[in-house]
């Protein structure tokens, strides 16, 4: 069970680890965000293939109980993707912490577009333009995800040394 948030950034992590979702995203006021996977959350509806449910102010997804999942339909990458999807997001203990994984990932990912060499501080600041309310609510936060994100092999950035000097103050 998943909330609409969670599912957008679960979606955003399987479309960057290789699936082919046909998602396009974009930065939104909670990560990356994708209209197509707003949609797909009326078509799995539709289909009877997942159920919504109003849990307080939260509504949650759950896959139908008579879905069965064929995994031999899914290519070997496929089947390597959804794992390490399913993987990262095990460790996701909230709404708030899979939307911070996902805005630092989407930030590497659009600074790789013109850059082959990418700081754990160019991701910071990426971040903090973005999201300028992190700055003084969320920082050491952020300077903790994108270093585990890096120890995790999901983005490659040189250490600046300057993080730890944020996280100390």
Not at 48 to 56: A, D, H, R, S, W
Not at 67 to 79: G, M, N, S
Not at 134 to 141: G, Y
């Amino acid at each position: 069970m998943v909330g609409r948030t969670i599912y957008q950034k679960i979606c955003y992590v399987l479309t960057r680890n290789g699936v082919d979702t046909g998602f396009t995203f974009s930065k939104g006021s909670y990560g990356p965000f994708s209209s197509q996977v707003k949609d797909s959350i009326t078509a799995l509806a539709n289909a009877n293939l997942i159920v919504e449910k109003q849990l307080g102010r939260m509504i949650s997804l759950t896959v139908s109980e008579d879905v069965e999942i064929h995994l031999e339909k899914f290519t070997e990458d496929e089947r390597i993707a959804v794992r390490k999807t399913v993987d990262l997001f095990g460790r996701v203990k909230s709404t708030a912490q899979a939307e911070m994984i996902a805005t630092v990932l989407y930030s590497y990912d659009q600074l790789t577009q013109d850059k082959t060499l990418i700081s754990d501080k160019d991701v910071y600041d990426d971040v903090l333009e973005w999201k300028p309310r992190w700055k003084e609510e969320k920082e050491f936060e952020l300077c903790d995800t994108i270093q585990n994100m890096a120890m995790l092999s999901l983005i490659n950035v040189t250490c600046s040394g300057e993080l730890m000097d944020t996280m100390l103050i």
